[in-house]
């Protein structure tokens, strides 16, 4: 089992920045890739950013720009540097592992984007 734990959400303005962070415990070794998700309320959830072991990056098209995920395998943390942060962006953000085939979750973080 691998245990999900996020970090970082608040209420910010427009325009300002957040660093989400989220640190994976448990059965940590063979997790591959370790992404952001999120889910602003009567929507799906929706991929934001995901990073491979190996440190490839992929970008939903609307962050694209302005967040940047990272990660640190000696903390086994992945984070998302989100700027220029625009209402639309509030949502539930949720931290995935992929580890063996299987999905991990967190239990999500608030970001609330003020206009």
């Known amino acids: 089992q691998v245990q999900l734990q996020e970090s970082g959400g608040g209420l910010v303005q427009a325009g300002g920045s957040l660093k989400l962070s989220c640190a994976a415990s448990g059965s940590i070794i063979n997790i591959n890739t370790m992404g952001w998700y999120r889910q602003a309320p009567g929507k799906p959830r929706e991929v934001v950013a995901t990073?491979?072991?190996?440190?490839?990056?992929n970008y939903a098209d609307s962050v694209k720009g302005r967040f940047t995920i990272s990660r640190d395998n000696a903390k086994n943390t992945v984070y998302l540097q989100m700027n220029s942060l625009k209402p639309e962006d509030t949502a539930v953000y949720y931290c995935?592992?992929?580890?063996?085939?299987?999905?991990?979750w967190g239990q999500g973080t608030q970001v609330t984007v003020s206009s």
């Open positions: 990073i491979t072991n190996t440190g490839n990056r």
């Open positions: 995935k592992a992929v580890r063996d085939f299987r999905l991990y």
